[in-house]
């Protein structure tokens, strides 16, 4: 061990701790800074220091297409310093280019929490591969598990993230369980490798992507030369399947080309490229059903009228026209809508303890079959398109402690990186009554006159109306009290 000094592109310095056996992936070995807040990464390929492509990408990641640093600062351009502070949480975005000793980056570590406290990993990152199959997910610690509200939640951050870099005009390349750490126990993620990123008018890196995440245009010309036009490389459209792959992963715990057909692959490397590749097949093709497991029990419709929708048109219609493939921002879109659908499931003991609440589950929780046995509400949410026109815009479920904020008040507000984060009012079930608690609206007020102030409740009851802002943009909300024998018809 011993304490050794880098120096970067711009003339500053960084220590760093030598040690002989460092972590080393395929492209990189790591050094941590004395104080372990930050990492020397060094190219295990020093040629890279001269590939003036490979630089000019760097320079790029660093500088001009930067969303964790504000505009201001140098950073992308449009980045609020709101924004920066919230992306800064989602990637582990490269800070600087070492020129000496060796050619390298730094760059932040990743926070404690996505490294594994116990259990059989103990100590080594939390990579998606151990928490999406049944396999490996028996060995996790019950505390580990996480819940289906954290995967969405995860989803949700993931989709936001890469539709930031998919604005930029970025791809990521390589999105895989092994470069989206998640923490199912906080539902967060982080997305690493962010060098190997496709920046615009840059000659794009070598990657080919991680088995189980490469778009299967991808797989069918991999033995073509680099330099072939007829060769696929990463892009969005390809981040689009990888990043599909995942979200169907986090919240169905299975891979949507992994079916009957891979597991007959008998002959090797050859018929692997077929299944995965021109010949891959959706588990769930509702229109060729060979590729279904004979377990399949939960299908992906379950996820809900926004998800499932996006699900078929990234793997039916898109899975071999890259174009047809939803886009991050849909998938964001949509992510949002289902969050808002969300309702806990009564069993105590059922392994998702959430589920996406819509017709088609019957009332019962899906991964379970427990019946829903309460009354609950439903918010109606409308806006005012023209003055006195007031039309349908979205619907909340409620559950014992669900918070509200200012994308469910404001027609023209989303819940993006610029978002207030501040709870503005709650949902309890106070003494057998339904209330919802004003903690931040200075004009609610409900559809009989009353001013409802900051600190007040009213009680939740079929067939009420309120307004959420008295103001430009206040949503105006209906609610609903659904009975255990009408779970039809939202
Ligand atoms: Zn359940």
């Known amino acids: 061990m011993a304490l050794c000094t880098a120096e970067l592109m711009d003339g500053s310095t960084i220590q760093y701790v030598e040690s002989d056996d460092p972590p080393t992936g ?68 490269p800070t600087g280019i070492v020129v000496k000793p060796h050619f390298g980056i730094v760059a932040p570590t990743y926070p404690q929490n996505f490294f594994f406290s116990d259990g059989p990993w103990e100590g080594g990152e939390k990579k998606g591969l151990w928490f999406f199959g049944s396999n490996t997910r028996k060995y996790l610690p019950e505390s580990e598990k996480g819940s289906f509200i954290q995967y969405l939640s995860i989803c949700l951050q993931m989709s936001r993230a890469i539709r930031r870099l998919h604005q930029a005009g970025l791809a990521h390349s390589d999105l895989s369980s092994n470069n989206v750490l998640i923490d199912p126990t906080s539902g967060r993620c982080i997305i690493i490798d962010i060098d190997s990123l496709v920046v615009p008018q840059v000659f794009p890196p070598d990657v080919l992507g991680t088995p189980g995440y ?42 949507p080309l992994d079916g009957p057909k891979r597991h007959s692959v008998t002959s090797g490397e050859e018929d692997e490229i077929l299944v995965m590749g021109a010949k891959a097949l959706f588990i769930e093709d509702s229109n060729d059903p060979s590729n279904r497991p004979k377990d399949l029990t939960v299908p992906y419709t379950v996820l809900g009228p926004h998800l499932a929708p996006l699900i078929k048109q990234t793997f039916v219609d898109g899975l071999h026209e890259p174009f047809k493939r939803a886009h991050s921002a849909e998938w964001e879109g949509a992510l949002n809508k289902t969050w808002d659908l969300l309702i806990p499931c009564a069993n105590p003991s059922c392994e998702q303890k959430w589920f996406v609440f819509h017709d088609g589950i019957h009332g019962v929780c899906p991964f379970c079959g427990t019946p829903i046995a309460n009354s609950f509400p439903i918010l109606r ?84 109306g309120f307004t959420f802002a008295n103001d430009l943009h206040g949503r105006r909300v209906a609610v609903e009290m659904l009975q255990p024998a009408q779970y039809v018809g939202i």
């Open 26 to 93: 395929t492209m990189k070995r790591t050094y941590f800074t004395p104080d372990r807040s930050q990492v020397v990464q060094f190219f295990i390929d020093q040629s890279a220091g001269r590939d003036p492509n490979r630089l000019a990408r760097l320079q790029a990641i660093i500088g001009k297409y930067n969303p964790t640093i504000p505009e201001e600062k140098g950073g992308a351009k449009g980045t609020s310093a709101t924004a920066a502070v919230y992306f800064r949480q989602l990637f582990c975005w």
């Open 214 to 255: 490469i778009a299967p245009e991808v797989v069918s010309t991999q033995h073509l030369p680099l330099s072939d036009p007829n060769r696929n490389h990463p892009s969005i459209r390809t981040d689009l399947h990888a990043m599909a792959v995942l979200i169907y992963e986090s919240l169905l715990k299975r891979h």
């Open 381 to 464: 949410l409308r806006k005012e398109t023209r003055p006195g026109i007031w039309m349908n815009d979205g619907k909340v479920v409620v559950y014992h402690g669900i918070y509200l904020y200012k994308w469910h008040v404001y027609d023209h507000v989303l819940p993006g990186e610029e978002a207030d984060r501040t709870a503005i009012a709650y949902c309890s079930l106070y003494e057998g009554k339904w209330i919802l608690v004003n903690q931040g609206l200075s004009s609610m007020i409900t559809d009989s006159g009353s001013r409802v102030p900051p600190g007040s409740a009213i009680e939740l009851k079929d067939g009420q």
